[in-house]
């Protein structure tokens, strides 16, 4: 029997420059689990940097607060929750 594809959720509430330097830890964790499926939770306005990009199977939107300074919890997607939970 085949062990399962391992998972693996990246999350980033922050930035869209805390999006740009995660990009190598994504393409690291890729070249280590090259089988992984690899998901990015980012804010809205960076997921068109990820959204093709070869190391990450999917990425999940979280609507931003209106001040980008306050570090605040978004609601996981409840389709995360449930691929990932």
């Known amino acids: ?3 399962p594809r391992p998972k693996i959720l990246t999350v980033q ?3 869209l420059g805390d999006t740009v330097v995660s990009i190598p ?3 690291a964790i890729r070249q280590r ?3 992984c499926e690899l998901h990015a939770v980012v804010p809205e306005a960076s997921v068109p940097l990820l959204d ?3 190391a990450v ?3 999940w939107a979280v609507p931003r607060k209106d001040d980008p300074d ?4 978004a609601p ?5 929750i449930a691929k990932f939970g």
Do not use: A
């Open 1 to 3: 029997m085949q062990s």
């Open 13 to 15: 509430f922050k930035s």
């Open 25 to 27: 830890t994504l393409v």
């Open 33 to 35: 689990f090259p089988d």
């Open 52 to 54: 093709h990009h070869p």
């Open 57 to 59: 199977n999917r990425v």
């Open 70 to 73: 306050k570090i605040t919890t």
């Open 76 to 80: 996981i997607p409840p389709e995360v």
